[in-house]
């Protein structure tokens, strides 16, 4: 197992699906240097760059650069075996065939980690330059928090999408559908059906409030009417913990109960 997960995470970080994840990992950064350079403006309209931290974090970093990456990564833990044909060489190493999709599946959490670990620190750096080295220290619970936030995001998303890319034809269309579709969709519903999403147990972990926010106008009054039940932190830890483990459960048993056919010439 020891030399599987040496052996990913080494080909993991020399991909080029990785160095495009790395680029990826910049936007955010870029769009704090901006709010940096109008950081004149915004303390005369009464905006902190180090009070916008948890805003800029959970819109891009929760909501989009976590799912978006773990689509690209988890789907083709199985998926690029098959389309490379080196899926037949893997399984017939002496190692079980479980523990291959294991260490693929933690090679792309180690891979995403630093890239965002390394994203994070520096979007939260730029927004804490005003605050100096003192600020900084001082607020870097938050930025540790949001780190471990992020990691239980790859670790419930990832196995997630490489069932999808084990079992589906166009795994990336049904994971981006499903992230920035059916969980951007249920975000806004009244009622308990935003619990149906990996989503909203992250946004109860992060430390920019108390959940998922509901909207304004007709989504708040339908939110009123139809409340969803309150989710602590401690419920929202384990249900992640708990997706994670039984999809990648499924994904290692799917590796052993499923034949896959190569198509002759590919």
Known sequence: MRFLLTFFVRNGFHSRRTYWMAALGLFPVGCCLLLWTARQFLE???????????????????????????????????????EEQTLPYLITRPVPKGSIVLAKLLAGVITLAAILAVSLFLTYTVLVLEEGSGGWSANAST???CEGVLLLGLLAY?????LMGGTLKRPVLTGLLFSFGWERLVAVLPGNIK???????????YPSGTGARSGGGMSALLGAAIPAAAVSQFAAVLILLVIAVVFTVLTMILLNVREYRLEPGE
């Open 143 to 145: 930025l540790l928090r």
């Open 195 to 205: 619990l149906l999403t990996i989503a909203h147990y992250l946004q109860v972990l």
């Open 158 to 162: 990832l196995p997630l999408f490489a």
């Open 44 to 82: 005369r309209e009464g905006v902190s760059l180090y009070g916008l931290f948890p805003e800029v974090g959970q819109l891009l970093f929760i909501n989009v650069l976590v799912p978006l990456m773990a689509v690209f990564v988890g789907a083709a833990v199985i998926a690029d075996e098959v």
